[in-house]
T-cell receptor
Framework: NAGVMQNPRHLVRRRGQEARLRCSPV?????VYWYRQLPEEGLKFMVY????????ESGMPKERFSAEFPKEGPSILRIQQVVRGDSAAYFC???????????????FGPGTRLTVL | AQSVTQPDIHITVSEGASLELRCNYS??????LFWYVQSPGQGLQLLLK??????LVQGIKGFEAEFKRSQSSFNLRKPSVHWSDAAEYFC??????????FGTGTLLAVQP
């Protein structure tokens, strides 16, 4: 069984360009989470999505960042007009659908390392 | 607010020695607790997790962790460290919101 897949693994952008990061969850998982890891820091939650719905975006910067998880296809994290401070590793995790109020274990992808020149 | 603290940024141990990595959490209820390991340039691998029940949890690669409610701790232990254990270790907590809160990590170096 394939795990969580992320592409590209490495992405280089110049300031002002757009970055698109893709995440394909484990087959059968309908929940996706995005986390950002800045250099020498732990992972910080960004957004939690279910198919076609944003459930929790409390960790997303207010501007330039957006995320989607369409009915078909991978989840996309989009960063517009990137700045040097966006350089980080971005990890996606997925979990299966579960019962309300229970915790669903998250499985992590290998990450996309974004470098902004 | 929910938080996770890993007091040790770097730890160096000799191969074959025992290891304990510290983790403290702050949460109103009993959280779900996890330890992940990250090798350089890689993603996160789950070592073990605690949801409820027995407070001593066994994980992969010979790791274990003990949940101590009175100390708000979930320390990771291994009786004999191998050179391949050199990596960064993250403690994390989760609650009803499903998002994970991570500590800042402990970088483990293993001396021959």
């Amino acid at each position: 069984n394939a795990g969580v897949m992320q592409n590209p693994r490495h992405l280089v952008r110049r300031r002002g360009q757009e970055a698109r990061l893709r995440c394909s969850p484990v087959k059968g998982h309908s929940h996706v989470y995005w986390y950002r890891q800045l250099p020498e820091e732990g992972l910080k939650f960004m957004v939690y999505l279910q198919k076609e719905n944003i459930i929790d975006e409390s960790g997303m910067p207010k501007e330039r960042f957006s995320a989607e998880f369409p009915k078909e296809g991978p989840s996309i994290l989009r960063i517009q007009q990137v700045v040097r401070g966006d350089s980080a590793a971005y990890f996606c995790a997925s979990s299966p659908p579960g019962t309300s109020g229970s915790y669903n274990e998250q499985f992590f992808g290998p990450g996309t390392r974004l470098t902004v020149l | 607010a929910q938080s996770v603290t890993q007091p040790d940024i770097h730890i160096t141990v000799s191969e074959g020695a025992s290891l304990e990595l510290r983790c403290n959490y702050s949460y109103g209820a009993t959280p779900y607790l996890f330890w992940y390991v990250q090798s350089p340039g890689q993603g996160l691998q789950l070592l073990l997790k605690y949801f409820s029940g027995d407070t001593l949890v066994q994980g992969i690669k010979g790791f274990e962790a003990e949940f101590k409610r009175s100390q708000s701790s979930f320390n990771l232990r291994k009786p004999s460290v191998h050179w391949s254990d050199a990596a960064e270790y993250f403690c994390a907590s989760g609650g009803a919101t499903n998002k994970l809160i991570f500590g800042t990590g402990t970088l483990l170096a293993v001396q021959p």
